[in-house]
């Protein structure tokens, strides 16, 4: 069986938000009928509906990080938490947060990692 962390978080681009984990995927290769011991693709897909690439063959940096604790002040994802959208009206979230405020609020106090148990 394999755990993971609750949370996931992109780490490129205008990510600004902390997703709920609904279940992670690993995917390895098939080399000549052997299967490779190194994963090739780990994926994160969240609870509404989001996709992020935690670690694949091809790239040397991490699309998105596994998070177990977010930092105090980062910005929750909405859907993923049931309380709607976040960011719904002139990119202003809860208590007039904006999606560049968020971004820069983005993180984790404890990360995480998949662990077969």
């Known amino acids: 069986m394999t ?36 994963p090739l693709i780990v994926a994160a897909k969240t609870v509404c509906g989001y996709s992020f690439l935690i670690q694949h063959h091809r790239s040397k940096r991490k699309r998105a990080e596994f998070c177990v604790l977010p930092k105090p002040d980062a910005v929750l994802c909405g ?31 404890s990360e995480g990692t998949l662990t077969a148990a």
């Open 3 to 38: 755990r993971f962390p609750p949370y996931v978080f992109g780490t490129a681009g205008t990510a600004a938000l902390v997703h709920k984990v609904e279940h992670a995927e690993i995917h390895w290769s098939d080399v000549d009928g052997k299967i490779s011991n190194k």
């Open 79 to 109: 859907r993923c938490h049931g309380t709607g959208v976040t960011f719904k009206e002139r990119n202003k979230g809860p208590n007039g947060i904006t999606i560049r405020e968020a971004h820069q609020r983005l993180g984790c106090i």
